[in-house]
């Protein structure tokens, strides 16, 4: 008599939530049950936050340097290959655009947010492969940071040490970018002991009319890059784009949250 009360149960089940088909790994499936009728991937990329955010709290900043040193120090031997097989003076970019409408949010104060603890405070959350943000702020308007992070695995111990306007004599090659009156650059440092430049971070945001996106009022857009030397493999700069992407989206929601919430109460 059991195996006809299962049978019912699972009719119910099928019959009370909607079906999802999708294709696995060349497979077909028809699945049901969750309240939510999404893809496989969707209910795993909750499931992969939470595990990956428990584990970044749990071992906090240093315990993460020190669970990843193998990691950092193959990270170390990538760069200084990237800088041996490089022209001197020869620059590739990465780059990540994102045009955003946020009802709070304009350039200014995404500007001021970014620069603001609470960027750190999100760090973690905005791409799993950020592993912790440490800034400073050592002269006005200029920032150091210590960073942990990757990007498709090779996971970098960094710092910044000089971010602020861009020093367009040190960086002929950034973009010039008249039209976004916020931007700022720094250097991407080893922390290995070697003090080498691998790299440079250049981010700009401005206003945008919302019109020509179909929207009745203003946004935003940010535009990242990051320049490496010409010997870092295209694979390697789109696994960076992608990471921009994530890590724009995540934070200028951030930025959003927490100006609804209040604790981020901009001058302007």
């Known amino acids: ?3 006809p009360t299962l049978l019912t149960a699972s009719a119910l089940l099928t019959a009370a939530s909607a079906e999802f088909t999708e294709t696995v790994q060349g497979y077909k499936y028809i699945t ?8 496989k991937e969707t209910y795993e990329l ?4 939470t595990a990956v955010k428990l584990l970044k709290d749990r071992l906090g900043a240093d315990g993460l340097a020190t669970l990843l040193e193998p990691d950092i120090k193959a ?6 290959e990237v800088i041996a097989n490089s022209t001197p003076g020869s620059w590739v970019p990465a780059d990540g655009r994102a045009v955003a409408f946020l009802p709070n949010i304009t350039a200014v104060r995404f500007a001021l947010w970014s620069q603001s ?9 905005a791409n799993a492969e950020h592993y912790f943000k440490r800034t400073v702020e050592v002269s006005p308007g200029v920032l150091q940071a210590e960073i942990l992070e990757g990007w498709g695995g090779v996971t970098t111990l960094f710092s910044i040490l000089n971010y602020s306007t861009p020093n367009r004599t040190a960086y002929p090659f950034l973009y010039p970018l008249p039209e976004f009156p916020y931007q700022a650059a720094g250097d991407k440092v080893l922390r290995d002991g070697t003090n080498a430049v691998f790299g440079v971070l250049h981010i700009s945001v401005r206003d945008v009319d919302g019109a020509p996106y179909g929207e009745s009022k203003p946004g935003i857009e940010i535009a990242a890059s990051v320049w490496y030397g010409n010997g870092a493999q295209d694979e390697f700069l789109e ?6 992407v994530i890590e724009i989206i995540n934070l200028s929601i951030q930025a959003q949250k927490d100006f609804e919430s209040g604790v981020f109460n901009p001058p302007v």
């Open 75 to 80: 990270a170390d031997v990538i760069w200084h």
């Open 46 to 49: 909750t499931a992969h936050k």
């Open 117 to 125: 603890p609470l960027a750190d405070a999100a760090n973690n959350d």
């Open 239 to 244: 696994a960076e784009r992608q990471h921009m």
């Open 32 to 39: 049901s049950g969750p309240s939510l009728s999404a893809s």
């Open 1 to 3: 008599m059991l195996f």
